[in-house]
Structure formats: structure tokens, C-alpha cells
């Protein structure tokens, strides 16, 4: 029988502690000065839900928006400490993804486009709650602006955030452009499988470009339903709209679906531009295989068809990615199934759409 043996003992630096809420002043996601970002249907003491509480698509859908997916909680403090209380519901715990990333948060410092990680929630992953320490200062006591990203694949039922008792809050530094970038999509645009949030595509992008991005992707489940446009439509002047769900629809469903889709969102933002991105490399592609030589072919031509005709009626503000492309030069490296991304796959999306996303914006 093999002996189980504590890690912590070993290696301090492998455990965590659960804190108690004594010596902190503790606050909501609707306290201000914070500012909540990603969750544009959220009320203030309202739960953190990424689509309206009455907006019905799927069950699928209907659960995943619980998930907190792309949210991020954005401030300036001279705080020594900060803790995270939070519980979950809804949650997931997967076999191939990290707890940290599914059920946990991160913490970035730094302003506009130079942020750097800073550390994780560290937690018991067989619990649902845990109140722990993310940021402790032991240099010199000043104001720093932090981003904390929101678990991806697990909704958050109960959250706030302690700083240093009489510590002093202020507003974060303004977005270069405050209109979201509204990304629809599967599970690798909600963030399987990071190992934590922030090193999800969207968040990446977010930092790199200073804007808010709003996740609307919904794992195995975003399947362009005209409902799911109808709501996005709804979103007041969004800088962009990027539709990556192949994945979930298949050929025939994307056929069928983008269209229309495009149709609903553009009878509200006939200008606003959308970005058309076709399915990541899949490991089973390697294999050359003409069944899903076909399949890439008839994305590739569903996507570059409706763009072509939309162009030729004068939508000049429509565009294609091609998602092949997204993982660079060795994308039989960037998954965890050879299918969702790593963490090396996710930063190199990024890489590769920022200055598509950056160019299509300047225009």
C-alpha cells in the first residue's frame, strides 16, 4: 500500500494556508472604487452571471453562464495584504485542467499593457470555499494596481476581497478604449484548459491591448443560436465582435447558423467590425487523414464564402482568421488532449491575434 505523504511537510512552499476574516477590511465586486469587468448584464448585488438572468438559449448554455469565464476585477491599493473569500457552485473538476484555473483566481500587477503575474489562489481542490492570501507585501509600502482574474470554468457564488485593515482604494487607470471586445465561442474561447485564468486567450489579449473583452463562449455548447446573436446584439457599441465557433456547430451547423447570425448583429451594428476565426489546428489533423482534410476545407469555405459575399454588398467591416494559423509553426505542442489548449497554446493564440485584432481596429 503506498504511503500518502503531506507535501507541505516536504516543501512549504508547496501548501497554503486557510486565513480567518480578523485584521482585513472586506469588500464586494460593487464596491467602488473596484471595477468589475466582463460581466456586462451584472446589477449590483446581483449574482455574477455572464448572460441575463432570464435569457434562455440551451441547459448548456443556461449552466456555462454561470461560469465566470473572462471576469476581472480591476483597483489600486497601498494594501500590505490581500484575500481571497470565495465559494463556488457550479463548479468543475476535470481530469486534464487545473484546479487554479477551473475553480481558482489570479492576480496581475501593473497598468495598462505592463502587467505581470503575480500569484494564485492556492486552496484545498476537494472544497468548494476557501479564504486565502494572494498578495503580501514585504518591500516598500506603496499604491500598485492589480487585476484579478476570475475562475473559467466554475460559477462563483460567493465573493470578497480583504485588504489590509484602513488600507487606502482607488479607480484603476482608464482603458486605452473602453468599448469591449465581445468574443463568442467553445470551451478553448472560455479557457480549457488553462492552468489559470489569466493565461486564457481573452484575458492575454486584454492585457496586451489595454481593453475589456467580454467571454461569451460557452464550453461544447455555443452553437450559433439566432437567440445567442440576438443577445450579443444587444451589447452597446462594442469596439468588435469575433465569432470562433466551429468547433461546437460542426460543418453543417455552421452553415446553417453564421449567416443568420451575422444578420441579427448586424441589424444593430451595421459598422461595428466582426471578426470571423475558423477552428484551431486539432491533433487529428496531423494525420492527414481526407476526412478531416474535407472538414478544414469546408470550414475554411463557409467562412471565406460569407465573407466574400458580404463584401461584395459593401460590408467592408467583416473579417476572416484563419485558425489554422493561430498555433504557430509547432501546434502539435500548444494542447493538453490534442485538442484545448495549453498554456503555451493560449499565449501563442494570443500572440497571433493581437495585432490582427490591433490592425482591424486602427483601420
Known amino acids: 500500500m503506498t504511503k500518502k505523504i503531506d507535501i507541505k511537510k516536504l516543501d512549504v512552499a508547496m501548501g497554503f494556508d486557510n486565513k480567518s476574516l480578523d485584521g482585513m477590511d472586506w469588500y464586494s465586486v460593487d464596491d467602488k472604487p473596484f471595477e468589475l469587468d466582463g460581466l456586462y448584464w451584472h446589477k449590483k448585488g446581483g449574482p455574477l452571471r455572464r448572460l441575463p438572468i432570464k435569457t434562455k438559449i440551451s441547459e448548456g ?13 480591476r483597483f489600486k491599493t497601498d494594501a500590505d495584504e490581500i484575500r481571497i473569500n470565495a465559494s463556488m457552485w457550479r463548479n468543475s473538476r476535470m481530469d486534464h485542467m487545473a484546479h487554479v484555473g477551473s475553480m481558482g483566481f489570479d492576480l496581475y500587477i501593473g497598468s495598462a499593457a505592463d502587467k505581470f503575474y503575480y500569484a494564485s489562489t492556492r486552496f484545498n481542490f476537494q472544497e468548494d470555499s476557501y479564504n486565502v492570501t494572494i498578495f503580501k507585501n514585504e518591500g516598500e509600502k506603496k499604491i500598485r494596481e492589480f487585476t484579478l482574474h476570475f475562475p473559467l470554468y ?11 485593515e484602513g488600507a487606502k482604494v482607488y479607480s ?14 467553445t470551451s478553448i474561447q472560455q479557457g480549457g484548459c488553462a492552468s489559470r485564468p489569466g493565461m486564457c486567450h481573452t484575458n492575454i489579449l486584454s492585457r496586451t491591448l489595454n481593453r475589456p473583452f ?30 470562433d465557433y466551429d468547433a461546437n456547430a460542426k460543418v453543417a451547423g455552421l452553415r446553417k447558423t453564421l449567416p443568420t447570425f451575422i444578420d441579427i448583429i448586424r441589424a444593430k451594428h451595421p459598422t461595428t467590425p466582426i471578426l470571423l476565426v475558423s477552428r484551431l489546428m486539432q491533433s487529428y489533423e496531423f494525420h492527414r487523414d481526407s476526412y478531416y482534410i474535407q472538414e478544414r476545407q469546408d470550414f475554411t469555405e463557409i467562412h471565406t464564402g460569407e465573407l466574400k459575399r458580404r463584401r461584395e454588398a459593401g ?6 482568421l484563419d485558425g489554422t494559423t493561430l498555433f504557430g509553426a509547432d501546434p502539435s ?8 489548449a495549453t498554456d503555451l497554446g493560449f499565449y501563442i493564440i494570443a500572440k497571433n491575434m493581437a495585432p490582427v485584432i490591433r490592425n482591424i481596429l486602427n483601420k
Not at 62 to 72: K, P
Not at 223 to 233: F, L, N, Q, V
Not at 315 to 320: A, T
Open 61 to 73: 448554455v443556461d449552466n456555462l453562464a454561470w461560469h465566470t469565464a473572462g471576469v476581472m476585477l
Open 214 to 243: 467580454i467571454n461569451l463562449a460557452f464550453s461544447g455548447n455555443g452553437k450559433g443560436e439566432p437567440e445567442m446573436a440576438e443577445t450579443i446584439a444587444k451589447i452597446k457599441n462594442p469596439a468588435m465582435i469575433i465569432l
Open 154 to 164: 466554475s460559477g462563483v457564488e460567493k465573493f470578497s476581497i480583504g485588504l489590509t
Open 315 to 320: 460590408d467592408n467591416n467583416i473579417h476572416f
Open 333 to 340: 505542442e500548444c494542447t493538453v488532449d490534442g485538442c484545448h
Open 172 to 185: 484603476p487607470a482608464l482603458w486605452c478604449d473602453n468599448r469591449p471586445i465581445v468574443v463568442y465561442g
